[in-house]
Protein backbone atom coordinates (compact mmCIF):
# COMPACT_ATOMS: atom_id res chain seq x y z
CA UNK A 1 0.00 0.00 0.00
CA UNK A 2 1.36 3.55 -1.01
CA UNK A 3 1.28 5.88 1.72
CA UNK A 4 -0.97 8.70 1.40
CA UNK A 5 2.00 10.98 2.62
CA UNK A 6 4.35 9.79 -0.51
CA UNK A 7 0.78 10.43 -2.77
CA UNK A 8 0.42 13.48 -1.24
CA UNK A 9 4.09 14.83 -1.64
CA UNK A 10 4.10 13.33 -5.39
CA UNK A 11 0.86 15.75 -6.18
CA UNK A 12 2.22 18.80 -4.95
CA UNK A 13 5.89 18.28 -6.74
CA UNK A 14 3.91 17.77 -10.07
CA UNK A 15 1.44 20.68 -9.25
CA UNK A 16 4.49 23.19 -8.57
CA UNK A 17 6.48 21.77 -11.04
CA UNK A 18 3.80 22.44 -13.82
CA UNK A 19 2.59 26.07 -12.42
CA UNK A 20 6.40 26.89 -12.40
CA UNK A 21 6.86 25.69 -16.01
CA UNK A 22 3.43 27.68 -17.20
CA UNK A 23 5.36 31.19 -15.35
CA UNK A 24 7.53 31.73 -18.11
CA UNK A 25 5.21 29.51 -21.07
CA UNK A 26 3.78 31.75 -23.38
CA UNK A 27 2.61 31.28 -27.58
CA UNK A 28 5.25 29.71 -29.38
CA UNK A 29 3.53 30.84 -32.68
CA UNK A 30 1.46 33.41 -34.27
CA UNK A 31 0.98 36.75 -32.61
CA UNK A 32 2.20 37.07 -29.17
CA UNK A 33 4.96 34.35 -29.54
CA UNK A 34 7.88 34.67 -27.65
CA UNK A 35 11.46 34.15 -29.00
CA UNK A 36 14.13 33.14 -27.10
CA UNK A 37 17.69 33.72 -27.01
CA UNK A 38 20.81 31.50 -27.73
CA UNK A 39 23.57 34.08 -26.45
CA UNK A 40 26.44 32.69 -25.03
CA UNK A 41 27.90 35.89 -23.97
CA UNK A 42 27.93 36.25 -20.54
CA UNK A 43 26.34 39.64 -18.71
CA UNK A 44 28.88 41.73 -16.20
CA UNK A 45 28.71 40.59 -12.67
CA UNK A 46 27.96 44.17 -11.39
CA UNK A 47 26.26 47.40 -13.40
CA UNK A 48 27.14 50.71 -11.92
CA UNK A 49 25.29 54.00 -12.70
CA UNK A 50 26.93 56.72 -14.77
CA UNK A 51 28.73 58.78 -12.01
CA UNK A 52 26.56 62.18 -11.68
CA UNK A 53 29.18 65.79 -10.73
CA UNK A 54 27.54 67.31 -7.57
CA UNK A 55 26.46 70.38 -8.38
CA UNK A 56 27.63 73.96 -6.42
CA UNK A 57 24.71 74.91 -4.08
CA UNK A 58 26.38 77.32 -2.39
CA UNK A 59 24.00 80.43 -1.06
CA UNK A 60 21.23 78.96 -2.37
CA UNK A 61 17.71 79.20 -0.51
CA UNK A 62 17.70 75.33 0.80
CA UNK A 63 14.22 74.58 -1.58
CA UNK A 64 16.60 75.78 -4.71
CA UNK A 65 20.00 73.69 -3.82
CA UNK A 66 17.02 70.75 -3.47
CA UNK A 67 15.88 71.13 -7.05
CA UNK A 68 19.15 71.70 -8.30
CA UNK A 69 20.32 68.48 -6.94
CA UNK A 70 17.13 66.37 -8.19
CA UNK A 71 18.07 67.77 -11.77
CA UNK A 72 21.04 66.44 -11.83
CA UNK A 73 19.57 63.29 -10.98
CA UNK A 74 20.20 63.13 -7.08
CA UNK A 75 17.51 62.20 -4.92
CA UNK A 76 19.44 60.89 -1.74
CA UNK A 77 19.18 64.41 0.16
CA UNK A 78 20.06 65.08 3.84
CA UNK A 79 19.41 68.52 5.81
CA UNK A 80 21.20 69.53 8.26
CA UNK A 81 20.59 72.63 10.66
CA UNK A 82 24.15 74.69 10.56
CA UNK A 83 23.67 76.50 13.70
CA UNK A 84 24.10 72.79 15.59
CA UNK A 85 20.98 73.10 17.15
CA UNK A 86 19.51 69.97 15.25
CA UNK A 87 15.93 71.95 13.73
CA UNK A 88 13.98 70.54 11.31
CA UNK A 89 14.20 72.66 7.92
CA UNK A 90 10.32 72.96 7.68
CA UNK A 91 10.00 75.83 5.10
CA UNK A 92 12.80 75.38 2.91
CA UNK A 93 12.83 79.02 0.95
CA UNK A 94 13.67 80.31 4.74
CA UNK A 95 17.21 78.64 4.94
CA UNK A 96 20.24 79.12 2.79
CA UNK A 97 22.72 76.89 2.18
CA UNK A 98 26.19 77.13 3.99
CA UNK A 99 27.45 73.43 3.22
CA UNK A 100 27.30 70.51 1.47
CA UNK A 101 28.56 67.28 1.39
CA UNK A 102 30.18 65.72 -1.28
CA UNK A 103 31.92 69.13 -2.21
CA UNK A 104 30.66 70.70 -5.41
CA UNK A 105 31.95 69.00 -8.62
CA UNK A 106 32.55 65.88 -7.19
CA UNK A 107 31.40 62.95 -9.12
CA UNK A 108 29.42 60.05 -7.28
CA UNK A 109 26.95 57.64 -8.06
CA UNK A 110 23.18 58.50 -8.36
CA UNK A 111 22.05 56.71 -4.58
CA UNK A 112 25.08 58.77 -3.11
CA UNK A 113 24.05 60.87 0.06
CA UNK A 114 24.20 64.41 -0.62
CA UNK A 115 24.27 66.50 2.85
CA UNK A 116 23.02 69.89 2.63
CA UNK A 117 24.16 72.36 5.49
CA UNK A 118 22.19 75.49 5.95
CA UNK A 119 21.10 78.14 8.17
CA UNK A 120 17.84 80.52 8.80
CA UNK A 121 18.08 83.33 6.21
CA UNK A 122 17.86 85.93 9.23
CA UNK A 123 20.64 83.97 10.70
CA UNK A 124 23.15 84.77 8.19
Partial sequence: MISPIRVTAAAVAVVLGAGIAACGAGPTSGPGASTTSTSTAAAPATTRAA??????????????????????????????????????????????????????????????????????????
Fill in 51 to 124: SIKVPDVSGMNHQDAQNAMQKAGLYNLREVDGTGQGRALLVDRNWVQTGQDPAPGTEVQPDAVITLTAVKTTER
